[in-house]
């Protein structure tokens, strides 16, 4: 398969570009439908924790996109690992941090609830 533009950069094998496309398009897809629903739920709740949440599946989204432009040559491989693993540490500490505001008094049934 040949495509109008290159490709790859060559660091990928030619063979397996089209698997690698198409594998960054649905993230890219699943990632954008995830980041549409979190704004939904987010816009309903008006919490930290949805914001949180929303921030982490945007982030996603242009992990997805910061793919795709490294695959067509558009984002130098320095770049696009600055990029990804620092977002993969802020996706990290944000969820964590969601968890951590998670106050434990939140759910509705005690401990000592059990019926003993």
């Known amino acids: 398969m040949q ?8 660091w990928v ?6 698997i690698l496309l198409v594998v960054i398009v649905l993230a890219a897809i699943g990632t954008t439908v995830l980041f549409c629903c979190g704004v ?3 816009s309903r ?10 921030a982490v599946l945007g982030l996603l989204v242009i992990r997805s996109i910061v793919g ?13 690992h600055l990029v990804e693993h ?10 964590l941090y969601a968890v951590y505001r998670s106050s434990p008094g939140s759910q509705r049934r005690s401990l000592g609830s059990d019926g003993d």
């Open 13 to 18: 094998d030619p063979q397996l570009t089209p």
């Open 3 to 10: 495509f109008p533009i290159p490709v790859g950069g060559g």
């Open 86 to 95: 620092g977002f993969d540490f802020s996706i990290a500490v944000l969820v």
């Open 45 to 54: 709740r008006r919490s930290r924790r949805y914001l949180l949440i929303t």
């Open 40 to 42: 939904v739920a987010y």
């Open 68 to 80: 795709l432009g490294t695959v067509f040559g558009l984002v130098p491989m320095t770049v696009h």
